[in-house]
T-cell receptor
């Protein structure tokens, strides 16, 4: 089974802090995604990556950046956290031979 | 922008009843998928239906797809309390997956 892990389940940060959210997958999948989930808005795509060192903007990239130095790891970076970035962050992955996305457990980030 | 919109937003039924959720989308798609999310957790894939398919079954799940109306439905038969969760449709177009806003299902024992 595919395993997708996220570095933290819960995280509390202060406004202006730099925040790193890490996602690791163990299935050698090429594609990795970062979403945020907010009540009433569903999942919105922040960034995705099709390969190492490759990144593409999703629907709401403002205020975020990403890093993919290794195939199994995809990091989401909040350069200067703001209160409107308080949300549930979900990482997902899928291989080129399947369209099914596999999700991590999520990180609930609170920015005070 | 949201590609998929689920209807209803919330649904409450008795155990043993059937639950039907609908999804509408805006553009052409490669396939449509349904996912389930238990409270505060990640999403789990349930079923995928391709754009050239009209109906698909998996256990107690039945999915239909009408590409002319750009809509899909998910039917859960003989619901159980353990089916309580949020259900999301997701559309795939040019390798990009877009999720809807979800239907929150509560099954009362």
């Amino acid at each position: 089974d595919v395993k997708v892990t996220q570095s933290s389940r819960y995280l509390v940060k202060r406004t202006g802090e730099k925040v790193f959210l890490e996602c690791v997958q163990d299935m050698d999948h090429e594609n990795m995604f970062w979403y945020r989930q907010d009540p009433g808005l569903g999942l919105r795509l922040i960034y995705f990556s099709y390969d190492v060192k490759m990144k593409e903007k999703g629907d709401i990239p403002e205020g975020y950046s990403v890093s993919r130095e290794k195939k199994e790891r995809f990091s989401l970076i909040l350069e200067s956290a703001s209160t409107n970035q308080t949300s549930m962050y979900l990482c997902a992955t899928h291989g080129n031979r399947t369209d099914t996305q596999y999700f991590g457990p999520g990180t609930r980030l609170t920015v005070l | 922008s949201q590609q998929g919109e689920e209807d209803p937003q919330a649904l409450s039924i008795q155990e043993g009843e059937n639950a039907t959720m609908n999804c509408s989308y805006k553009t052409s798609i490669n396939n449509l998928q349904w996912y389930r999310q238990n409270s505060g957790r990640g999403l789990v894939h349930l079923i995928l239906i391709r754009s050239n398919e009209r109906e698909k079954h998996s256990g107690r799940l039945r999915v239909t797809l009408d590409t002319s109306k750009k809509s899909s439905s998910l039917l859960i038969t003989a619901s159980r309390a353990a089916d309580t969760a949020s259900y999301f449709c997701a559309t795939l177009r040019y390798q990009k997956v877009t999720f809807g806003t979800g239907t929150k299902l509560q099954v009362i024992p």
